[in-house]
């Protein structure tokens, strides 16, 4: 469907005295590393636009078929991604790490009522967003317990007050673990086999685990591959992860008041 001699070629992965431990290891891995060969890397790029164009083509049987039925304007239409793909990009393929290749995917939003409305929202958004947008839209309470917000203000145009950075985090410990691994003692080790990225307008900040970080000058260069080497930046990177994380710690039992005279709500299967 497309000429591999056609599409570009992926972003180049930094020079190997620049490269954090745990991309040196994936770059490693058969599994998660790129095709070397340049001819390879075109078709495994173009392979994967085919894919693309397969789902769009699917996407569109399924919006056919509610026209058909006459439930086109009656039918509240989310896509999205669990995941990205690396598509060569940084010497790696399949999902994994830290660069936004794998995390940032994308997210179309179709509300029938809206019929004059096609606007694109600039602002940082995350999948924990949807979920509010879904209770908003079908005018139902969000749970207490979201992490997100709604978006139907920035669908509207209208100015509220937005997150200026997305976050995600990944733990791949799953990797350390074997047939030598202690089951009865806990291994903080594995504990630290994870890593958490903060993504603003100027730079992206990566904590991992292990204490190690790097922190990426997106103004200097959108790749991810130039560090920032201004400490006043990339302490301001920690501080906004470290707040970041302190807002969204275990939440099981949010709003969950031992007095019922105090303001909150209690999880249904304890109400009567």
């Known amino acids: ?17 620049r490269r954090h431990p745990l991309h040196e290891i994936a770059l490693s891995v058969p599994a998660s590393a790129a095709p070397t060969n340049e001819d390879d890397l075109r078709r495994l790029r173009a392979q994967y636009y085919g894919m693309i164009s397969e789902v769009d083509f699917q996407l569109g049987r399924v919006f056919e078929a509610l026209d058909e039925r006459g439930e086109w304007h009656d039918t509240l239409i989310v896509i999205t991604s669990d995941h990205g793909e690396q598509l060569g990009d ?23 009522r809206r019929k004059d409305l096609s606007r694109s929202v600039s602002q ?24 997100g917000h709604s978006l139907a203000p920035l669908f509207a145009g209208t100015h509220v007050p937005w997150r200026d950075h997305a976050h995600y985090e990944w733990d791949f410990r799953t990797y350390w673990i074997n047939d030598k691994t202690s089951r009865d003692t806990v291994d903080w080790n594995l504990a630290r086999q994870n890593l958490a990225v903060s993504v603003g307008e100027e730079t992206a900040y990566v904590q991992f685990g292990d204490g190690t970080f790097r922190c990426f000058d997106l103004l200097v260069d959108p790749t991810w591959r130039t560090e920032c080497d201004d400490l006043d930046r990339v302490l301001a990177g920690a501080q906004e992860q470290l707040v970041w994380r302190q807002e969204h710690l275990e939440r099981e039992f949010t709003d969950m008041l031992l007095r019922t005279n105090r303001p909150g709500r209690w999880p249904s299967a304890l109400v009567r």
């Open 124 to 147: 940082f958004s995350e999948n924990v967003d949807f979920l509010p947008t879904l209770c908003d839209a079908l005018g139902v309470d969000t749970p207490a317990q979201c992490d």
């Open 90 to 112: 940084h010497g790696l393929i399949e999902k994994l790490g830290f660069f936004p290749q794998s995390y940032h995917v994308l997210g179309l939003w179709r509300d029938p």
């Open 1 to 17: 469907m497309y000429d591999p001699a056609d599409v570009t070629l992926p972003i180049p992965v930094t020079e190997e005295s």
